[in-house]
């Protein structure tokens, strides 16, 4: 059965970092694309970042050009999402989500979200002023 699980979220002062964990079951780790998502109530999904898995190819959002670092653990099954200097603006339910199997030279990216067939339940952060 294939899962992703997140965890890390927490209540994080403002300026601090911390680190999100996406650990990941039933499927060929490296087949994969993983991207990681951001809910806000009351706005849309937003695309954060995605790193094929292999390849190591990654990809970030608008929002998340300058802050925030992709990674993955090979021995772990495990991708990560650093996020650096915290603002109130990265408050949100963090989503990881996997893609795949990808073909051979195929780049992730972030939309649609039906290209990432499953998702975790979540991890929230707060930030705090």
């Known amino acids: 059965e294939v899962q992703l699980v997140e965890s890390g979220g927490t209540l994080v002062q403002a300026g601090g970092s911390l680190r999100l964990s996406c650990a990941t079951f039933?499927?060929?780790?490296?087949?994969?694309?993983i991207g990681w998502f951001r809910q806000v109530p009351g706005k849309e999904r937003e695309g954060i970042s995605c790193?094929?898995?292999?390849?190591?190819?990654?990809f970030y959002g608008d929002s998340a050009k300058d802050r925030f670092t992709i990674s993955s653990d090979y021995a772990k099954l495990s991708v990560y999402l650093q996020v650096d200097n915290l603002k109130s603006e990265d408050a949100g339910v963090y989503y990881c989500?996997?893609?795949?199997?990808?073909?051979?030279?195929?780049?992730?990216?972030?939309?649609?979200?039906?290209?990432?067939?499953?998702w975790g339940r979540g991890t929230e952060v707060a930030v705090s002023s």
């Open positions: 989500a996997a893609s795949g199997p990808r073909r051979s030279g195929h780049k992730c990216y972030l939309y649609p979200f039906d290209v990432y067939a499953y």
């Open positions: 039933g499927f060929t780790f490296d087949d994969y694309a």
């Open positions: 790193i094929n898995n292999g390849d190591n190819y990654t």
